[in-house]
Protein backbone atom coordinates (compact mmCIF):
# COMPACT_ATOMS: atom_id res chain seq x y z
CA UNK A 1 0.00 0.00 0.00
CA UNK A 2 2.64 2.22 0.87
CA UNK A 3 4.58 1.72 -2.12
CA UNK A 4 1.81 1.86 -3.94
CA UNK A 5 0.77 5.50 -2.91
CA UNK A 6 4.52 6.70 -3.60
CA UNK A 7 4.14 4.83 -7.17
CA UNK A 8 7.01 2.60 -6.31
CA UNK A 9 7.18 -0.79 -7.05
CA UNK A 10 8.85 -3.56 -5.29
CA UNK A 11 10.80 -5.12 -8.06
CA UNK A 12 12.11 -1.06 -9.00
CA UNK A 13 12.60 -0.73 -5.01
CA UNK A 14 14.74 -3.84 -5.01
CA UNK A 15 16.48 -2.87 -7.91
CA UNK A 16 17.23 0.51 -6.91
CA UNK A 17 18.67 -0.31 -3.13
CA UNK A 18 20.77 -2.79 -4.85
CA UNK A 19 22.33 -0.46 -7.86
CA UNK A 20 22.36 2.43 -5.33
CA UNK A 21 24.48 0.03 -2.55
CA UNK A 22 26.76 -1.22 -5.82
CA UNK A 23 27.63 2.51 -6.96
CA UNK A 24 27.99 3.37 -3.34
CA UNK A 25 30.84 0.61 -2.85
CA UNK A 26 32.66 1.40 -6.38
CA UNK A 27 32.71 4.79 -5.80
CA UNK A 28 34.17 4.71 -1.82
CA UNK A 29 36.28 2.05 -3.57
CA UNK A 30 38.22 4.34 -5.77
CA UNK A 31 37.65 7.45 -3.70
CA UNK A 32 39.60 5.29 -0.97
CA UNK A 33 42.10 4.28 -4.14
CA UNK A 34 42.48 8.13 -4.25
CA UNK A 35 43.15 9.11 -0.68
CA UNK A 36 46.43 6.62 -1.37
CA UNK A 37 47.38 7.99 -4.48
CA UNK A 38 48.64 11.16 -3.84
CA UNK A 39 47.24 12.33 -6.72
CA UNK A 40 45.66 15.64 -4.31
CA UNK A 41 48.29 16.49 -2.07
CA UNK A 42 46.09 17.79 0.64
CA UNK A 43 43.35 15.75 0.57
CA UNK A 44 45.76 12.21 1.08
CA UNK A 45 48.17 14.20 3.65
CA UNK A 46 44.70 14.15 5.74
CA UNK A 47 43.77 10.42 5.24
CA UNK A 48 47.20 9.43 5.68
CA UNK A 49 47.31 11.02 8.85
CA UNK A 50 45.34 8.07 10.35
CA UNK A 51 47.54 5.47 8.81
CA UNK A 52 50.66 7.02 10.02
CA UNK A 53 50.21 8.76 12.89
CA UNK A 54 46.71 7.86 14.77
CA UNK A 55 46.77 3.86 13.85
CA UNK A 56 50.54 3.53 12.18
CA UNK A 57 53.31 1.08 12.92
CA UNK A 58 54.13 2.24 16.39
CA UNK A 59 50.96 2.35 17.63
CA UNK A 60 48.00 -0.62 18.22
CA UNK A 61 45.36 -0.83 15.76
CA UNK A 62 42.52 -1.49 18.08
CA UNK A 63 41.90 0.66 21.34
CA UNK A 64 38.90 1.26 23.94
CA UNK A 65 37.96 4.84 22.51
CA UNK A 66 38.39 5.56 18.44
CA UNK A 67 41.30 8.49 17.87
CA UNK A 68 40.14 10.86 15.90
CA UNK A 69 41.90 12.00 12.89
CA UNK A 70 40.29 15.04 12.17
CA UNK A 71 41.30 16.50 15.36
CA UNK A 72 41.86 20.76 14.97
CA UNK A 73 40.68 19.90 11.13
CA UNK A 74 36.88 21.04 9.71
CA UNK A 75 34.94 17.69 9.90
CA UNK A 76 31.20 16.64 10.56
CA UNK A 77 31.57 14.40 13.24
CA UNK A 78 35.27 12.96 12.39
CA UNK A 79 34.45 12.91 8.64
CA UNK A 80 37.44 15.21 7.09
CA UNK A 81 37.03 16.86 4.16
CA UNK A 82 39.36 14.96 2.43
CA UNK A 83 36.30 11.95 2.47
CA UNK A 84 33.22 14.77 2.42
CA UNK A 85 34.29 17.00 -0.56
CA UNK A 86 34.50 13.82 -3.14
CA UNK A 87 31.83 12.34 -1.61
CA UNK A 88 29.54 15.47 -2.15
CA UNK A 89 30.45 15.47 -6.12
CA UNK A 90 29.62 11.85 -6.32
CA UNK A 91 26.00 12.44 -5.02
CA UNK A 92 25.80 15.52 -7.09
CA UNK A 93 27.17 13.43 -10.08
CA UNK A 94 24.68 10.77 -9.60
CA UNK A 95 21.49 13.35 -8.75
CA UNK A 96 22.46 15.03 -12.24
CA UNK A 97 22.26 11.76 -14.07
CA UNK A 98 18.67 10.57 -12.34
CA UNK A 99 17.75 14.00 -13.20
CA UNK A 100 18.53 13.89 -16.54
CA UNK A 101 17.41 9.83 -16.82
CA UNK A 102 13.99 11.51 -15.93
CA UNK A 103 13.95 9.04 -12.76
CA UNK A 104 10.68 9.31 -10.88
CA UNK A 105 11.34 12.11 -7.66
CA UNK A 106 10.21 8.69 -5.37
CA UNK A 107 12.76 6.36 -7.03
CA UNK A 108 15.54 9.57 -6.81
CA UNK A 109 15.14 9.98 -3.03
CA UNK A 110 15.75 6.28 -2.48
CA UNK A 111 18.85 6.51 -4.16
CA UNK A 112 20.70 9.72 -2.81
CA UNK A 113 19.28 8.07 0.30
CA UNK A 114 20.82 5.05 0.04
CA UNK A 115 24.28 6.39 -1.61
CA UNK A 116 24.67 8.86 1.67
CA UNK A 117 23.72 6.02 4.18
CA UNK A 118 25.65 2.57 2.85
CA UNK A 119 28.89 4.73 2.48
CA UNK A 120 28.11 6.75 6.61
CA UNK A 121 27.92 3.13 7.58
CA UNK A 122 30.68 1.71 5.93
CA UNK A 123 32.94 3.70 5.40
CA UNK A 124 32.76 5.99 9.19
CA UNK A 125 31.30 3.82 11.41
CA UNK A 126 31.72 0.56 10.74
CA UNK A 127 35.46 1.44 9.59
CA UNK A 128 35.95 3.15 13.14
CA UNK A 129 34.91 0.42 15.00
CA UNK A 130 37.80 -1.89 13.11
CA UNK A 131 39.43 0.04 15.36
CA UNK A 132 37.52 -0.86 18.71
CA UNK A 133 38.15 -3.74 21.34
CA UNK A 134 34.88 -5.80 22.06
CA UNK A 135 33.15 -4.14 19.28
CA UNK A 136 29.28 -5.78 19.53
CA UNK A 137 29.70 -7.70 16.14
CA UNK A 138 32.00 -9.46 17.50
CA UNK A 139 29.54 -11.00 19.87
CA UNK A 140 26.75 -11.37 17.39
CA UNK A 141 27.60 -15.00 15.86
CA UNK A 142 25.52 -14.32 12.45
CA UNK A 143 27.77 -10.89 11.91
CA UNK A 144 31.13 -12.41 14.19
CA UNK A 145 32.70 -14.38 10.91
CA UNK A 146 31.82 -12.00 8.54
CA UNK A 147 32.96 -8.60 10.90
CA UNK A 148 36.66 -10.57 12.13
CA UNK A 149 37.61 -11.49 8.26
CA UNK A 150 36.43 -7.70 7.12
CA UNK A 151 38.81 -6.10 10.22
CA UNK A 152 41.19 -8.73 9.29
CA UNK A 153 41.65 -7.45 5.44
CA UNK A 154 41.65 -3.87 6.53
CA UNK A 155 44.58 -4.80 9.10
CA UNK A 156 46.38 -6.00 6.06
CA UNK A 157 44.99 -2.40 4.11
CA UNK A 158 47.51 -0.97 7.33
CA UNK A 159 50.26 -2.54 7.20
CA UNK A 160 50.38 -2.62 3.11
CA UNK A 161 53.05 -0.55 2.50
CA UNK A 162 54.90 -0.41 -0.86
CA UNK A 163 58.45 1.21 -1.58
CA UNK A 164 56.98 4.46 -2.54
CA UNK A 165 55.29 4.42 1.11
CA UNK A 166 52.00 3.84 -0.78
CA UNK A 167 49.16 1.43 1.01
CA UNK A 168 48.02 -0.43 -1.83
CA UNK A 169 45.80 -3.51 -0.85
CA UNK A 170 42.68 -4.03 0.71
CA UNK A 171 40.38 -0.81 -0.44
CA UNK A 172 37.22 -1.99 0.69
CA UNK A 173 35.77 -1.83 4.03
CA UNK A 174 32.77 -4.00 4.74
CA UNK A 175 33.13 -5.98 1.40
CA UNK A 176 35.96 -6.63 -0.89
CA UNK A 177 34.51 -6.99 -4.42
CA UNK A 178 36.04 -4.68 -6.05
CA UNK A 179 39.69 -5.59 -4.25
CA UNK A 180 39.31 -9.00 -6.29
CA UNK A 181 38.06 -7.53 -9.60
CA UNK A 182 40.65 -4.91 -9.62
CA UNK A 183 42.97 -7.43 -8.23
CA UNK A 184 43.93 -5.14 -5.23
CA UNK A 185 43.09 -8.04 -2.99
CA UNK A 186 45.56 -9.05 -0.17
CA UNK A 187 44.86 -11.63 2.21
CA UNK A 188 48.38 -12.42 3.87
CA UNK A 189 49.95 -10.21 6.64
CA UNK A 190 53.65 -8.89 5.59
CA UNK A 191 56.50 -7.71 7.00
CA UNK A 192 56.43 -4.03 7.31
CA UNK A 193 58.10 -2.27 4.75
CA UNK A 194 60.51 0.51 6.58
CA UNK A 195 61.40 1.79 3.54
CA UNK A 196 57.95 2.51 2.04
CA UNK A 197 57.07 4.40 5.71
CA UNK A 198 59.95 6.77 5.73
CA UNK A 199 59.05 7.61 2.14
CA UNK A 200 55.11 8.36 3.11
CA UNK A 201 56.53 10.01 5.89
CA UNK A 202 58.54 12.09 4.09
CA UNK A 203 56.85 13.21 1.15
CA UNK A 204 53.79 14.09 3.41
CA UNK A 205 55.91 16.01 5.78
CA UNK A 206 54.45 14.41 8.92
CA UNK A 207 55.79 14.63 12.38
CA UNK A 208 59.79 14.55 12.43
CA UNK A 209 59.51 12.39 15.79
CA UNK A 210 57.45 10.21 13.90
CA UNK A 211 60.41 9.75 10.86
CA UNK A 212 63.44 9.51 14.16
CA UNK A 213 61.65 6.88 15.72
CA UNK A 214 60.96 4.89 13.15
CA UNK A 215 64.80 4.38 12.80
CA UNK A 216 65.16 3.13 16.26
CA UNK A 217 62.75 0.51 15.59
CA UNK A 218 63.75 -3.37 14.43
CA UNK A 219 62.03 -5.54 12.08
CA UNK A 220 60.96 -8.10 15.17
CA UNK A 221 58.98 -4.94 16.48
CA UNK A 222 56.73 -4.70 13.87
CA UNK A 223 56.20 -8.61 13.04
CA UNK A 224 55.12 -8.86 17.09
CA UNK A 225 52.83 -5.83 16.18
CA UNK A 226 51.29 -7.85 13.20
CA UNK A 227 50.96 -10.95 15.41
CA UNK A 228 48.89 -9.25 17.82
CA UNK A 229 46.60 -7.43 15.22
CA UNK A 230 45.84 -10.62 13.73
CA UNK A 231 42.31 -11.80 14.05
Known amino acids: MCLAILSVTFRGLLFTLTGS ?17 DRFPSLSRGHLIHHFLIYGPNQPLRAEKYKDATKDRFSLGNIGLEWLVPSALILASAWSVLYWLHVSRAYQAIALSTLLIWPVFMFSYLHDRMHLRNFWMTRVPLLKAWFVQARRLHV ?18 GFFFFDRLFRTIS ?20 EQE ?15 HDSQVKA
Open 187 to 206: KCHYPFNCKGYRAALERHGL
Open 21 to 37: CFVAEFSGYWLHRLLHS
Open 156 to 173: IHHRSLNDQGRMDRNFGI
Open 210 to 224: ELLSLRSCSQALFHK
